[in-house]
Nanobody, 115 residues
Framework: QVQLVESGGGLVQPGGSLRLSCAAS????????MGWYRQAPGNAREFVAA???????NYADSVQGRFTISRDNAKNTVYLQMNSLKPEDTAVYYC?????????WGQGTQVTVSS
């Protein structure tokens, strides 16, 4: 049974930081491309960042330079370090694992950026 469990969300002031974690089980983690997506109320789910098994990373333009994705294959965990947070970063953040035609999603963690 595949599980992706996100944690680390919460309420933070503008300019603050959060680190999200996504712990995976039931998959061969090291072969999966891992990613983060987000969905704000009334909006479609959008890509945030991804990291390949070979540690190549890419980011949405809106978070480039502020967010950093990383992975720890020994812990089956992917992280998203979010700095200089803005109110427009407020969303539910979802972890994603992709390999070939197989895609898995986590349940999401809420991030709210507000003063």
């Amino acid at each position: 049974q595949v599980q992706l469990v996100e944690s680390g969300g919460g309420l933070v002031q503008p300019g603050g930081s959060l680190r999200l974690s996504c712990a995976a089980s039931g998959i061969i983690f090291r072969v999966y491309k891992m990613g983060w997506y987000r969905q704000a109320p009334g909006n479609a789910r959008e890509f945030v960042a991804a990291i390949t098994p070979g540690d190549s990373m890419n980011y949405a333009d809106s978070v480039q330079g502020r967010f950093t994705i990383s992975r720890d294959n020994a812990k089956n965990t992917v992280y998203l370090q979010m700095n200089s947070l803005k109110p427009e970063d407020t969303a539910v953040y979802y972890c994603n694992a992709a390999y070939s035609y197989t895609v898995h999603w986590g349940q999401g963690t809420q991030v709210t950026v507000s003063s």
